[in-house]
Nanobody, 124 residues
Framework: QVQLVESGGGSVQAGGSRRLSCAAS????????MGWFRQAPGKDRRFVAG????????YYADSVKGRFAISRDNPMNTVYLQMNSVKPEDTAVYYC?????????????????WGQGTQVTVSS
């Protein structure tokens, strides 16, 4: 069992930056692939970024490629999402998720555990 808690959400102006964190419980964090998803009002939850269990592999949605960066600190049981050059369309609730298969999956059904989410609001 893994429990995930996101933090770092809030309001940010367009063009600014924000870093989200996701802290995981347990001693097996380095076995899990991790992902960030987001859900805007009235829309489906969508993949943002993923990272393999070692951190060597990452993958990004086209909409955030070059602006966002995912990273992880396995000894600290934490995964991060650095958001740069944010846009109003980045406004959403951001969720982190853990996958037992250890990969950076783009399909949300590949993830086994989810956090409660953190709201990010980008104003123009």
């Amino acid at each position: 069992q893994v429990q995930l808690v996101e933090s770092g959400g809030g309001s940010v102006q367009a063009g600014g930056s924000r870093r989200l964190s996701c802290a995981a419980s347990g001693r097996t964090f380095d076995r899990y692939g991790m992902g960030w998803f987001r859900q805007a009002p009235g829309k489906d939850r969508r993949f943002v970024a993923g990272i393999s269990r070692s951190g060597a592999g990452t993958y990004y949605a086209d909409s955030v490629k070059g602006r966002f960066a995912i990273s992880r600190d396995n000894p600290m049981n934490t995964v991060y999402l650095q958001m740069n050059s944010v846009k109003p369309e980045d406004t959403a609730v951001y969720y982190c998720a853990a996958a037992r298969n250890g990969n950076y999956n783009i399909n949300l059904y590949s993830y086994d555990y989810w956090g409660q989410g953190t709201q990010v609001t980008v104003s123009s």
